[in-house]
């Protein structure tokens, strides 16, 4: 069984670019869920997607946009980047399943670094 | 709103010694609890959880009982490793439109000298 892989592993960019971030969810997985870990701070919950729709969305800014495929697979887009945007992007993903037991399981994460 | 707030590190240890990591919670209704792991330049890895009241999860020697009464979740492990050296995130899942989001403690870091 394959886990949660993302990529790039690193990346460098300037304010005001824009950024794709990808996420490939486990095996048999088909909600996928984003978060932004800034330095020594836990992560943040960005927005989750299930079966290609967005499920929930967290204080997170419209320049923060996703999407999943049929494969479950999913992109993070941020556009306009911020010096404040630098952090570790971690993609989750998790079962179909109730609400109660609802695990996500972690890719190793996306450096973001802008300058 | 939803919240979860965990004792402040670092946290340094010998190894063998008794390890208890503080986490309490702000909910309404009943989340599930979870303790994650983060190892130096990784992602995170999911520790242990609980669904309800009165769970206890366990795995690798770590223990955690959700304890609604007192709203909290703490990690214990009876001795310690210097591989345990890491970071510990306390999380509840938060419900939303058709799953959940989890909210996750500061993290607190353990480090563990032979």
């Known amino acids: 069984e394959t886990g949660v892989t993302q990529s790039p592993t690193h990346l460098i960019k300037t304010r005001g670019q824009q950024v794709t971030l990808r996420c490939s969810s486990q095996s048999g997985h088909n909600t996928v869920s984003w978060y932004q870990q800034a330095l020594g701070q836990g992560p943040q919950f960005i927005f989750q997607?299930?079966?290609?729709?967005?499920?929930g969305r967290g204080n997170f800014p419209p320049r923060f946009s996703g999407l999943q495929f049929p494969n479950y697979s999913s992109e993070l887009n941020v556009n306009a980047l911020e010096l404040d945007d630098s952090a570790l992007y971690l993609c989750?993903?998790?079962?179909?399943?109730?609400?109660?037991?609802?695990?996500?399981?972690f890719g190793p994460g996306t450096r973001l670094t802008v300058l | 709103g939803n919240s979860v707030t965990q004792m402040e590190g670092p946290v340094t240890l010998s190894e063998e010694a008794f390890l208890t990591i503080n986490c309490t919670y702000t909910a309404t209704g009943y989340p599930s609890l979870f303790w994650y792991v983060q190892y130096p330049g990784e992602g995170l890895q999911l520790l242990l959880k609980?669904?309800?009241?009165?769970d206890k999860g366990s795995n690798k020697g770590f223990e955690a009982t959700y304890r609604k009464e007192t709203t909290s979740f703490h990690l214990e492990k009876g001795s310690v490793q210097v591989s345990d050296s890491a970071v510990y995130f306390c999380a509840l899942s938060e419900p939303n439109q058709a799953g959940t989001a989890l909210i996750f403690g500061k993290g607190t870091t353990l480090s563990v000298s032979s």
């Open positions: 989750a993903s998790s079962s179909p399943g109730t609400v109660r037991t609802d695990t996500q399981y």
């Open positions: 609980a669904t309800k009241a009165d």
């Open positions: 997607y299930y079966r290609e729709e967005e499920n």
